[in-house]
């Protein structure tokens, strides 16, 4: 519950309580952004979502703790007069909305880009106008592929961090051509970047620009059949998770060989709530925010989720926990690959001297033993039905 012990920030001043209009509230990050801030600040919160599935536990009942701290507001920032007069009544803006699955890029690019780009403009012109503070949920998919993927395979140079290794400041934005519709999405993001950048530049918006390098945990998605549409894809922890509670193969696509770094939902929660709480120390920065240390191929992804899930459940993992698919046939034509995902972590550990701290281990190992919980029963319950045909 939040104390009422006056919060200070990195620099021992008082932090004054603040009016926050978060859109995309009711999403993966919006729900943990909200529990965080209830729990621990006297912040208010304006939520903005067409959905608050995953926060009615913080809507309802009035008795809560936080009572009168948040109000969900149900609006499609693409055509509603309310938005300028939310921002308005707050101090700083939030805007994690978008659609950002992979699935959606190159099989529905026009969406992809007016949700990434035409639908955040008015986001970022409001909030310049009425001097309001923007924090701006972008990607580390703006960096695309790494310089070292174009390096001969053999090459030593994809050993040297030099080649890799993204940093806000210095890497190029490397895309694939206009027919990988993937990059529909890295591209209306890196344009977003861009402008909110320039709004801060030539009208002094106050603005952070946030990158997050693969944030997962509990409520991120949906599994397919029982709180989403059974053929819709969603991304690599729900795909898998989804295969595991059937007991089918995990999917690899392309072979798995492409390489992430994960982060625990709740470390990077740590690291929004020290930029919302340290406008000095984050305005006019770009921050990465990820883990440098938990880096897996896509297959040692499924390999490790596998085992953790055999612990959880109980049960063994199949004899042949993965199977090869391609892209084609898992995405459908113009998909692509980030071939590689480490952040640097200077700036955000110079700034706020954030670090994260879960291992890719217990960080599944949390997750994986909340989706066991929370769909088990719903899985079972949906393969025992007849299927229509
Ligand atoms: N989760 C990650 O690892 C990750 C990685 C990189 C970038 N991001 C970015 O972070 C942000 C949040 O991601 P998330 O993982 O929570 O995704 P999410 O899909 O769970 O949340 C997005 C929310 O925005 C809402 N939304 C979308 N369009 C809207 C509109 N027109 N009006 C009102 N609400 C709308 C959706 O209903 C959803 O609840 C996105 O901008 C995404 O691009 C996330
Ligand atoms: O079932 C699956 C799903 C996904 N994958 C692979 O797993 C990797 C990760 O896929 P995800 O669906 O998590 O998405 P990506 O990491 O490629 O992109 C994500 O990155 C950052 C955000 O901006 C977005 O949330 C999303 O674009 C990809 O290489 C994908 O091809 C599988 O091999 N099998």
Same mark, same amino acid.
């Given at each position: 519950?939040?104390?009422?012990?006056?919060?200070?920030?990195?620099?021992?001043?008082?932090?004054?309580?603040?009016?926050?209009?978060?859109?995309?509230?009711?999403?993966?990050?919006?729900?943990?952004?909200?529990?965080?801030?209830?729990?621990?600040?006297?912040?208010?919160?304006?939520?903005?979502?067409?959905?608050? $599935?995953?926060?009615?536990?913080?809507?309802?009942?009035?008795?809560?703790?936080?009572?009168?701290?948040?109000?969900?507001?149900?609006?499609?920032?693409?055509?509603?007069?309310?938005?300028?007069?939310?921002?308005?009544?707050?101090?700083?803006?939030?805007?994690?909305?978008?659609?950002?699955?992979?699935? $959606?890029?190159?099989?529905?690019?026009?969406?992809?880009?007016?949700?990434?780009?035409?639908?955040?403009?008015?986001?970022?012109?409001?909030?310049?106008?009425?001097?309001?503070?923007?924090?701006?949920?972008?990607?580390?998919?703006?960096? +695309?592929?790494?310089?070292?993927?174009?390096?001969?395979?053999?090459?030593?140079?994809?050993?040297?961090?030099?080649?890799?290794?993204?940093?806000?400041?210095?890497?190029?934005?490397?895309?694939?051509?206009?027919?990988?519709?993937?990059?529909?999405?890295?591209?209306?993001?890196?344009?977003?970047?861009?402008?909110?950048?320039?709004?801060?530049?030539?009208?002094?918006?106050?603005?952070?620009?946030?990158?997050?390098?693969?944030?997962?945990?509990?409520?991120?998605?949906?599994?397919?059949?029982?709180?989403?549409?059974?053929?819709?894809?969603?991304?690599?922890?729900?795909?898998?998770?989804?295969?595991?509670?059937?007991?089918?193969?995990?999917?690899?696509?392309?072979?798995?060989?492409?390489?992430?770094?994960?982060?625990?939902?709740?470390?990077?929660?740590?690291?929004?709530?020290?930029?919302?709480?340290?406008?000095?120390?984050?305005? +006019?920065?770009?921050?990465?925010?990820?883990?440098?240390?938990?880096?897996?191929?896509?297959?040692?992804?499924?390999?490790?989720?596998?085992?953790?899930?055999?612990?959880?459940?109980?049960?063994?993992?199949?004899?042949?926990?993965?199977?090869?698919?391609?892209?084609?046939?898992?995405?459908?034509?113009?998909?692509?690959?980030?071939?590689?995902?480490?952040?640097?972590?200077?700036?955000?550990?110079?700034?706020?001297?954030?670090?994260?701290?879960?291992?890719?281990?217990?960080?599944?190992?949390?997750?994986?033993?909340?989706?066991?919980?929370?769909?088990?029963?719903?899985?079972?319950?949906?393969?025992?039905?007849?299927?229509?045909?």
């Amino acid at each position: 519950m939040a104390s009422s012990v006056v919060r200070v920030d990195l620099d021992g001043k008082p932090i004054n309580p603040l009016t926050i209009c978060m859109i995309g509230a009711g999403g993966f990050i919006g729900s943990h952004l909200c529990e965080k801030i209830l729990n621990e600040t006297q912040h208010k919160i304006l939520a903005l979502d067409v959905y608050n $599935d995953k926060i009615k536990h913080l809507l309802e009942p009035d008795s809560l703790p936080w009572a009168g701290r948040i109000q969900f507001h149900r609006i499609n920032i693409k055509h509603d007069s309310r938005l300028e007069g939310l921002i308005k009544m707050s101090d700083l803006t939030i805007n994690l909305a978008a659609i950002c699955t992979p699935a $959606d890029y190159n099989t529905r690019p026009l969406d992809t880009i007016y949700s990434n780009f035409i639908d955040a403009l008015p986001v970022a012109k409001y909030c310049s106008e009425n001097g309001k503070r923007l924090i701006h949920f972008s990607t580390c998919e703006v960096y +695309g592929k790494t310089i070292g993927s174009f390096l001969p395979k053999d090459s030593p140079l994809r050993q040297d961090p030099a080649y890799y290794v993204l940093k806000e400041d210095a890497s190029p934005c490397i895309f694939g051509s206009i027919e990988k519709q993937r990059w529909s999405y890295a591209c209306a993001k890196q344009l977003i970047e861009r402008l909110v950048y320039a709004e801060g530049a030539e009208n002094g918006l106050e603005f952070t620009i946030v990158r997050p390098f693969n944030w997962i945990g509990p409520r991120m998605d949906f599994i397919p059949g029982v709180d989403g549409p059974s053929e819709g894809v969603p991304r690599v922890l729900a795909c898998f998770s989804n295969a595991l509670l059937r007991r089918e193969p995990l999917k690899l696509v392309d072979g798995g060989e492409s390489q992430r770094t994960f982060v625990y939902i709740k470390d990077a929660i740590e690291a929004v709530l020290l930029m919302i709480e340290n406008p000095s120390r984050a305005n +006019g920065h770009i921050f990465n925010v990820g883990n440098p240390n938990n880096e897996v191929t896509v297959r040692q992804l499924a390999e490790m989720m596998t085992a953790v899930y055999a612990n959880v459940s109980g049960e063994p993992a199949l004899e042949e926990p993965t199977v090869d698919v391609s892209s084609k046939e898992f995405y459908g034509e113009g998909y692509d690959d980030s071939d590689k995902r480490i952040p640097d972590m200077t700036i955000i550990n110079r700034q706020l001297g954030w670090n994260p701290k879960t291992s890719l281990w217990d960080l599944l190992d949390s997750t994986l033993t909340y989706q066991h919980k929370t769909y088990a029963e719903a899985i079972k319950k949906v393969m025992s039905q007849p299927t229509t045909s």
